[in-house]
């Protein structure tokens, strides 16, 4: 039997397509339906991402309604208990096994964690302003610190100290805090990229792939509001939504210009502090986007790893001698992480990798940080030093 959630879930699903991905097709659907309270929209959420996560185990020949009402029973079994769903089938059919092929986990234990993050639903994380940490953490109450299980990271989390997990009822997009740009909603993995960077504010950092400016802001707060940063995006639309979000937050200390990503440079400026924030496949955001699981391909992984080597090449040129180039990606996968780092350190002795975060020496090729581990996106970082 059907229900008025199977089916409404049902109708976006019927429009979602490898263009048109399910959380565009949701905020459409939510945006244009007064209706709906945050109730219903969690609930309409989590049923079409609940059949994502769980597609490859619900049957081709069911109506998409019977279907999604059975990705949301094996969401209640696995919540309930996560070894109700045998290792062996999280393995076989949790993501494609091109892509479990690709991940290099330091210890079954870890895949197993991995793939049991991937099917739950993932955490909401949000990042103050500094100055207004203690306020919000007030203000929005339904908050708590990270808590993290990882042997690279110690606790409290020095790597993100700001960080706070949203476990409440409300729209944060509404409340007066996010209108006033008291904070942004920004995965806790993403966070620890900027702390990565740790900008000081007189410098001058390049964000080379700056998007809509997620990692810009927090430099921006990081540095004060003092100093210059070069935010760069090929997407001039996206430059025009960092123009937005900067406006709300007071974030004044950037200046946004398109830049394609070749060898010809936005500037002629020498930089302290470079981030390459590249494009890449997102097999990190996984947990919080499972439709995009079954849209990629293996190819396009090799593609990005190109492009992210070709990104590491055409910036760090702009570095001033002492300067940091930093390497970051929401995606785990070989070819995107450790494969490019080898390849791009190979031919750069005057580059000196660097520890982060709280590394006393560096790790050979970069920094994972998993989603088991923080229960966040997936990222990988690397970092070096112009000699
Ligand atoms: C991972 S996203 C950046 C996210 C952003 N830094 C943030 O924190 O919100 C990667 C960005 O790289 C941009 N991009 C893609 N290919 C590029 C290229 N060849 N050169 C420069 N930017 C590129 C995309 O437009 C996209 O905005």
């Avoid at 039997?1 to 429009?15: D, E, G």
């Avoid at 004060?224 to 070069?230: E, F």
């Avoid at 031919?347 to 923080?374: K, R, S």
């Amino acid at each position: 039997m059907s229900t008025p959630l199977a089916q409404r879930a049902a109708h976006v699903i019927a429009q979602v397509s490898p263009d048109t991905p399910a959380d565009f097709v949701l905020r459409r659907e939510i945006g244009t339906d007064p209706d709906l309270d945050s109730v219903e929209k969690r609930a309409l959420t989590g049923a079409v991402f609940a059949f994502f996560r769980w597609f490859a185990w619900l049957e081709t020949t069911d109506a998409l309604p019977r279907r999604v009402l059975a990705a949301l029973d094996l969401q209640k079994r696995f919540d309930a208990d996560p070894a109700a769903i045998k290792p062996e089938a999280l393995a076989a059919l949790a993501l494609p096994p091109w892509a479990l092929a690709s991940l290099d986990f330091p210890t079954p234990e870890a895949r197993l964690s991995y793939l049991r993050q991937l099917q739950r639903p993932p955490a909401l994380w949000i990042r103050p302003q500094r100055e207004f940490a203690a306020s919000i953490a007030r203000a929005l109450r339904h908050t708590s610190p990270p808590e993290v299980r990882a042997a690279n990271f110690k606790l409290p989390l020095t790597s993100a100290p700001t960080a706070l997990r949203y476990t409440g009822p409300s729209d944060l997009f509404k409340s007066e805090e996010f209108k006033k740009g008291l904070f942004e909603i920004q995965d806790l993995a993403s966070q620890i990229v900027g702390h990565a960077c740790a900008p000081l504010p007189a410098e001058t950092w390049w964000d080379a792939c700056c998007g809509e400016g997620g990692k810009t802001l927090h430099l921006s707060d990081l540095m004060g509001n003092k100093g210059v940063i070069w935010a760069t995006d090929r997407h001039t639309g996206r430059l025009a939504t960092l123009r937005k979000r900067a406006g709300r937050a007071q974030a004044f200390n950037y200046r946004a210009v398109t830049w394609n990503g070749g060898p010809f440079l936005p500037t002629k400026t020498k930089f302290d502090g470079i981030l390459v924030d590249a494009p890449c496949s997102g097999v990190g955001t996984w947990q919080r986007n499972p439709h995009a699981r079954w849209t990629l391909t293996e190819n396009d992984i090799h593609e990005l790893a190109a492009i992210q080597l070709q990104l590491l090449e055409n910036t760090h040129k702009a570095l001033k001698p002492g300067g940091r180039l930093v390497y970051a990606v929401c995606t785990i996968t070989r070819q995107e992480t450790t494969e490019v780092v080898r390849a791009f350190s190979a031919h750069h002795p005057e580059l000196e990798p660097l520890p982060l975060l709280e590394q006393t020496t560096p790790a050979a090729d970069g920094l994972f940080l998993w989603p088991h581990e923080l229960d966040a996106n997936g990222m990988f970082l690397a970092a070096w030093r112009k000699k």
